[in-house]
Antibody, heavy 121, light 112 residues
Framework: QLQLQESGPGLVKPSETLSLTCSVSGGSISSSSYYWGWIRQPPGKGLEFIGAISYSGNTFYNPSLKSRVTISVDTSKNQFSLRLSSVTDADTAVYYC?????????????WGQGSLVTVSS | DVVMTQSPLSLPVTLGQPASISCRSSQSLVYSNGNTYLYWFQQRPGQSPRRLIYKVSNRDSGVPDRFSGSGSGTDFTLRISRVEAEDVGVYYCMQGTHWPPTFGGGTKVEIK
């Protein structure tokens, strides 16, 4: 059974960079069939797609966040990572990593449990 | 971006009764290959989203058959034929036809 687990600091200061890692177990991240994505959910609010990456490093970012987002992959560790720069309190959210299957950018079939990141000084 | 509008915002339902959630998109979700990339996710309290329905009407493995999806173009519906206690949570539609993918605002299903 595929499992995804987010990890990283739960508190980030304004203007600094948020960094999270998603560890994948029960399957290989090095499959051409899948992409690996990040989605976030501010407290009490809805879901927002951040971006995704293929095992070979092709990245796809939501234009609304593109200037601040970097997603990378480390196939040797079966992990992928998110960096979001110049954070403000609007970036406070639960950040989920997820696997995109199929041929659609909405086709997220496995999700991590989520990691709450609070932006505060 | 394609705007996904869900209604109602909140849906109180009596156990055993049906429930229906509407999702409307600001543009047609029919892709050039003829597929319609409209998905439904369930988020139970304190949990991650879980995919229920893919490409409008296909139930995921393990999803009870009381859940069904329908619709076309810009108008879609998720139905629960008989609501059970475990169905409490927020339901989101999501489109993957247009870039970037976008979610509806969510519908909270609760027991009366």
């Amino acid at each position: 059974q595929l499992q995804l687990q987010e990890s990283g600091p739960g508190l980030v200061k304004p203007s600094e960079t948020l960094s999270l890692t998603c560890s994948v177990s029960g399957g290989s991240i090095s499959s051409s069939s899948y992409y690996w994505g990040w989605i976030r959910q501010p407290p009490g609010k809805g879901l927002e797609f951040i971006g995704a990456i293929s095992y070979s490093g092709n990245t796809f970012y939501n234009p609304s966040l593109k200037s601040r987002v970097t997603i990378s992959v480390d196939t040797s560790k079966n992990q992928f990572s998110l960096r979001l720069s110049s954070v403000t309190d609007a970036d406070t959210a639960v950040y989920y990593c997820a696997r995109r299957a199929g041929s659609s950018w909405a086709d997220f079939d496995y999700w991590g449990q989520g990691s709450l990141v609070t932006v505060s000084s | 971006d394609v705007v996904m509008t869900q209604s109602p915002l909140s849906l109180p339902v009596t156990l055993g009764q049906p429930a229906s959630i509407s999702c409307r998109s600001s543009q047609s979700l029919v892709y050039s290959n003829g597929n319609t990339y409209l998905y439904w996710f369930q988020q139970r309290p304190g949990q991650s989203p879980r995919r229920l329905i893919y490409k409008v009407s296909n139930r995921d493995s393990g999803v009870p058959d009381r859940f069904s999806g329908s619709g076309s173009g810009t108008d879609f519906t998720l139905r629960i034929s008989r609501v059970e206690a475990e169905d409490v949570g927020v339901y989101y539609c999501m489109q993957g036809t247009h870039w970037p993918p976008t979610f509806g605002g969510g519908t909270k299903v609760e027991i009366k």
